[in-house]
């Protein structure tokens, strides 16, 4: 069956500074792969997604690369603001559903 | 261009009391989804629906049921709350499915005493 796993949390860090999120996968066949990000009391927002092997999305000055030689799909960020603090999940689909990581709570230090 | 509505936000149940928690999409995607969120677990997926008419079970299906007899309407039906189902709910739609990803609702947290 399909999995993720996410690097845990919680993670802060000060403005300005690099972030990444490790995600590594499990699946079957060929499934496209996404980052959604979830902001304090609100629903999830799709960030970024990639669907084929070496693909890399990119939003918002986040970036990740569709890597399936490593199974993986990091998420990172060259430069975090304040306003970048929210819970971030690693998600997978090869059908009509996604399959979740546990989420990484960041928080971003003025 | 509402894109997914879920109703109520928030809501208290006595265990064993039934409910049913709305959603809605105006995008005219035909799949949509219904996940539970809870700490630690990231979202889990209950039941999920490829059309009208059409639903099938996903990872936590137990206590919870679904039907789908417009393309806008999801609804999810709690048949006799327990604490286990405390949780926050969310609803979420797509047109394309693992291509395009889901648009998701805002959120129902339900909390059973």
């Known amino acids: ?92 689909s090869n059908d009509y559903k996604l399959s979740f990581g546990a989420g990484t709570t960041v928080t971003v230090r003025a | 261009n509402a894109g997914v509505t879920q109703t109520p936000k928030f809501q208290v149940l006595k265990t064993g009391q039934s409910m049913t928690l709305q959603c809605a999409q105006d995008m005219n995607h035909e799949y949509m989804s219904w996940y539970r969120q809870d700490p630690g677990m990231g979202l889990r997926l209950i039941h999920y629906s490829v059309g009208a008419g059409i639903t099938d079970q996903g990872e936590v299906p137990n206590g919870y049921n679904v039907s789908r007899s417009t393309t806008e309407d999801f609804p999810l039906r709690l048949l006799s709350a327990a604490p286990s189902q405390t949780s926050v709910y969310f609803c979420a739609s797509s047109i394309g499915g693992f291509l395009d990803g889901y648009t998701f609702g805002s959120g129902t947290r339900l909390t059973v005493v």
């Open chain 1, 1 to 92: 069956g399909n999995s993720v796993t996410q690097m845990e949390g919680p993670v802060t860090l000060s403005e300005e500074a690099f972030l990444t999120i490790n995600c590594t996968y499990t699946a079957t066949g060929y499934p496209s792969l996404f980052w959604y990000v979830q902001y304090p009391g609100e629903g999830l927002q799709l960030l970024l997604k990639a669907t084929k092997a070496d693909d890399k999305g990119s939003n918002k000055g986040f970036e990740a690369t569709y890597r399936k030689e490593t199974t993986s799909f990091h998420l990172e960020k060259g430069s975090v603001q304040v306003s970048d603090s929210a819970v971030y999940f690693c998600a997978l």
